[in-house]
């Protein structure tokens, strides 16, 4: 009998076991990694709010360390982005609208938003978007309080006027209104006419809404 290769592997075994237990609840990156984390934060999301969910609650959920997220994703606005297959960055759209004279505030918002919807790939998830949110009352929750953040409130704070939040929020309603219109219900002759024309019609009436 090998004592000492015994005694060898008893305190290898021990070592290992001290390693694992010390990480305990806590696993290396794999390849099922980071869709456990966009499970997570979409029940997170949906359970909470975009406000209330952290990036360690997401951690803890999906039974990784914070530092794997942040790996994966560099904020809580990318996973939120990711989570709910939005087809763009909410943080670029706004990045556009706010980039320009103001008086053609509400042309670029027009031309930004239906951008997203003319693409083929854009208009399939925002239609399951739209759909999800008029059908869940968690869902329309996720998405109010994220929109919230990442567009309708840093183009308020360009109009640099009191009401600026409900002037901005006038402007999503009658946004979801033309989306439902010309892409869910394809109501005639709003959902065949021309983008260009959409555009020249609609830019005046959300500039209205924001400077008028």
Request: neutral net charge; aromatic residues 4%.
């Amino acid at each position: 009998m090998n004592t000492r290769g015994g005694s060898g592997g008893t305190a290898e075994s021990g070592a290992a076991h001290t390693t694992t237990a010390g990480r305990a609840g806590r696993r290396p990156g794999g390849p099922d990694t980071r869709g456990e984390i966009l499970r997570a934060a979409r029940e997170s999301f949906a359970d909470k709010g975009f406000t209330a969910t952290s990036i360690r609650a997401i951690a803890r959920e999906a039974a990784v360390d914070a530092a794997l997220v942040h790996h994966y994703f560099d904020s809580k606005d990318e996973l939120f982005i990711e989570a709910m297959a939005i087809p763009v960055d909410p943080r670029q759209i706004a990045a556009r609208i706010i980039d320009g004279p103001r008086d053609e505030l509400g042309r670029r918002i027009a031309t930004a938003f239906l951008g997203v919807w003319e693409s083929a790939e854009g208009q399939q998830r925002m239609k399951a978007i739209f759909r999800s949110v008029v059908s869940s009352d968690e869902v329309a929750r996720i998405m109010r309080e994220g929109i919230t953040q990442m567009i309708i409130q840093p183009v308020s704070k360009v109009l640099d006027v009191p009401d600026a939040h409900l002037r901005v929020t006038l402007v999503a309603t009658q946004l979801i209104g033309l989306a439902m219109a010309r892409y869910l219900v394809e109501l005639e002759p709003v959902a065949s006419v021309d983008l260009a024309t959409l555009i020249d019609r609609l830019g005046p009436v959300l500039q209205l809404h924001l400077t008028g």
